[in-house]
């Protein structure tokens, strides 16, 4: 049995989607049930529970193999993680996957980063086999652009010109499909992008020639951004956090690396950004 956490977020849920296409024994840990109505179409056991709560994660790691530690965005989520591992360590889970992100170290430059590495650390410690995925950012966070691109042609963004090996979310779940059926990832942390690196103006010049028409990449200061964010809802310590992220990695272009990962474990070739503006066009072109 494989337990998933973050089971109705879009990498929990796509995680799911091609394990169960796999025929593998899956169970989905959701907060809330009523949002789970797809992965019981799906033919997944849906367990309620919360990484707040200690004893409803030892309850849904009952008789699980390996488990996917995606933790909520929180500003506890190293406090979180400690509260799965403890569990697994008390129903003798085999393996945890953590999903992590790329640049996850204790002593990283970003809190995000920090975050994540504090809680690989405890992983390794726990006495739990592990792996760590890290992911660059995702292709699919660029369907937040489309309802300015639809109305002006334009998207707003603070990276300046940096670059950043975007990676789709379905080739992220195809190396967590082999992390977790097969043999031989214990011990191992993939650093998962995409097949190359774009700045922002670059995106904007493929998702223009695949939609057909003209689209623009403007540069926002960072202050800006995360004053929009904060009108938006985002809590200050998320705000703070993405905006750290565009200042201190996208800008710097430490988010352009590319790696082989997708290759080499998932065994596919990666989705290029235009393949995926073409597989996306409709939400792209508002219709």
Request: charged content about 20%.
């Amino acid at each position: 049995m494989i337990l998933i956490t973050g089971a109705t977020g879009t990498n929990g849920s796509e995680i799911i989607k091609q394990l169960v296409a796999q025929g593998a024994s899956v169970r989905a840990l959701v907060r809330n049930p009523a949002k789970a109505a797809t992965l019981d179409q799906l033919g997944v056991e849906v367990v309620q529970g919360d990484f707040n709560e200690l004893e409803s994660l030892v309850k849904a790691l009952d008789g699980v193999e390996k488990a996917l530690m995606l933790p909520p965005i929180a500003e506890n989520a190293v406090e979180l993680q400690r509260n799965f591992i403890e569990a697994a360590k008390k129903t003798k889970t085999q393996h945890i996957v953590k999903f992590s992100g790329m640049g996850a170290s204790p002593d990283a430059p970003i809190a995000l980063g920090r975050s994540h590495g504090i809680a690989e650390k405890l992983l390794e410690e726990s006495g739990i086999a592990y792996t760590h995925l890290r992911p660059t950012a995702f292709m699919q966070n660029t369907l937040g652009l489309a309802p300015t691109i639809i109305s002006e042609g334009v998207f707003y963004q603070p990276a300046g010109d940096g670059k950043i090996s975007h990676v789709d979310v379905r080739d992220i779940a195809a190396v967590a499909v082999k992390v977790l059926t097969e043999d031989g990832h214990t011990g191992k942390a993939y650093d998962i992008t995409g097949p190359e690196a774009l700045s922002f103006d670059e995106v904007a010049a493929k998702i223009a020639a695949v939609i057909g028409k003209p689209v623009k990449y403007v540069n926002i200061p960072v202050e800006n951004f995360k004053q929009a964010l904060l009108n938006w809802g985002q809590p200050e310590w998320s705000a703070n956090a993405i905006a750290e992220l565009y200042e201190q990695v996208y800008q710097k272009g430490w988010a352009s690396s590319v790696t082989d990962t997708i290759a080499t474990v998932a065994k596919k070739p990666p989705t290029t950004f235009a393949q995926f503006v073409q597989d996306y066009r409709q939400v792209f072109l508002g219709s």
